[in-house]
């Protein structure tokens, strides 16, 4: 329609400024000149013959001379017409350039593509819609994504529409557009449950960790909100899971587990994925094994009694995560440290990936570092259960 209204409009300018070119701009101007002078020399010999001056014959004379001067001989000066069809020629190049130009701005094929795509909208959301029409191809979908946005341009509230080219980007593994057209959807009824699971379910999908924590946040709301939601408890738990926050993915497929019906097919594969879970959670929670020897130096001059504390330290914060105290022993010293060591409750060994490891040997059994106390530091390193980290004791605190 839009596409027909700019044609139409084109095609009448063009037959206007046609138009405007053929009016017969005539030389009528020179006709009403010779009627006004002649009427001004009438006028002017009926005064002269009223006068009875010596001079009378005198200046009817020059009255007529001023006539004839006044009045063009178009018998010698006047031109011939010219002719209309001299404009043709201007009229076919202006509208070849005004095609021209419409041709080069607009894409007609596209035009036309995208009115076709407009016309088979709704033939294309009604097979959506019934659950015995074929399949849409992928090409199909992106047609139908293409009419709902032309769609929704008239209909920015149309909620059902935004979930829907919703649901079309992720088919089409769109993820700009997925995560657009949820948002807008979710934005328009932020209490809609479908909407908010469709637009969590696009964000816990993301490689940007902000659009992580939304959604993770907005599946925790949902699950608050119904704690039977199978939809929002496995999203949380998947979210969970590839956060390698094993405990709450285990909880959140446990919840399932106690509202699926016991014949339910889906519970086998909760039941796997729990495993797979714990399986890595026993893995992380494997215990730190700490190597502890001592330099030539410290071997000499270190007291046969003493308390050896063992400190692992985060890469973000110089406060503790866990410490182990136990008595000076026999070295090299093999230990093993992990979340039953932590400092804080709640804390945990575990979800460090990184840090350092501190040995410190007290004269005095206290955990503070004072003087003449022996102390050693392993680099930055990695934790890793399977391989020991060795830390040497060997420097003096002054």
Avoid: C
């Avoid at 089409?172 to 948002?183: I, K, Q, S, V």
């Avoid at 410190?360 to 503070?368: L, Y």
């Amino acid at each position: 329609m839009t596409l027909t209204l700019l044609i139409s409009a084109i095609v009448a300018l063009l037959i206007i400024t046609a138009g405007l070119l053929f009016v017969p701009w005539s030389g009528n101007r020179s006709v009403s000149r010779d009627v006004l002078n002649r009427a001004f020399y009438q006028s002017r010999l009926r005064e002269l013959e009223r006068e009875n001056s010596a001079e009378r014959e005198e200046m009817v004379a020059e009255l007529q001379h001023n006539l004839l001067d006044d009045i063009p001989q178009h018998s010698e000066s006047a031109q011939k017409p010219l002719s209309r069809w001299v404009l043709a020629p201007g009229v076919a190049a202006l509208v070849i350039v005004s095609v021209g130009v419409f041709w080069k701005t607009v894409d007609l094929k596209k035009v036309l593509e995208w009115q076709e795509v407009t016309r088979q909208t709704p033939e294309l959301l009604n097979r959506v819609m019934d659950p015995n029409a074929p399949a849409l191809t992928m090409e199909e979908m992106a047609r139908l994504g293409l009419g709902l946005r032309t769609r929704l341009q008239d209909e920015p509230n149309n909620i059902e529409g935004w979930m829907m080219l919703g649901r079309i980007g992720m088919a089409l593994n769109n993820a700009t557009t997925a995560t657009d057209a949820f948002e807008h959807a979710w934005k328009l009824a932020p209490d809609n449950i479908d909407a908010k699971l469709d637009y969590a379910e696009v964000l816990i999908r993301s490689s940007d960790q902000n659009d992580n924590q939304l959604g993770d946040k907005l599946l925790r709301e949902a699950v608050a909100a119904s704690h039977t939601n199978i939809r929002a408890l496995s999203l949380l738990a998947f979210s969970s899971f590839e956060q390698q926050r094993f405990g709450d993915a285990v909880a959140a497929w446990q919840m399932m587990l106690r509202v699926l019906p016991q014949n339910d097919k889906r519970r086998a594969v909760i039941e796997r994925s729990i495993a797979q879970a714990e399986a890595q959670t026993s893995v992380d929670n494997a215990p730190l094994a700490v190597k502890i020897t001592l330099s030539p130096e410290a071997q000499q001059s270190m007291a046969a009694n003493g308390t050896v504390f063992v400190t692992v330290v985060g890469e973000s914060s110089p406060v503790p995560v866990a410490v182990k105290k136990l008595p000076v022993g026999q070295f090299p010293m093999t230990l093993k440290i992990d979340d039953s060591n932590t400092m804080m409750p709640g804390g945990s060994l575990s979800s460090l990936h990184q840090g350092w490891i501190k040995v410190h040997i007290s004269q005095d059994g206290t955990p503070a570092v004072q003087s003449g106390d022996w102390v050693g530091q392993s680099a930055l390193i990695k934790f890793d259960p399977a391989h020991p980290t060795e830390v040497t004791i060997s420097s003096r605190q002054p």
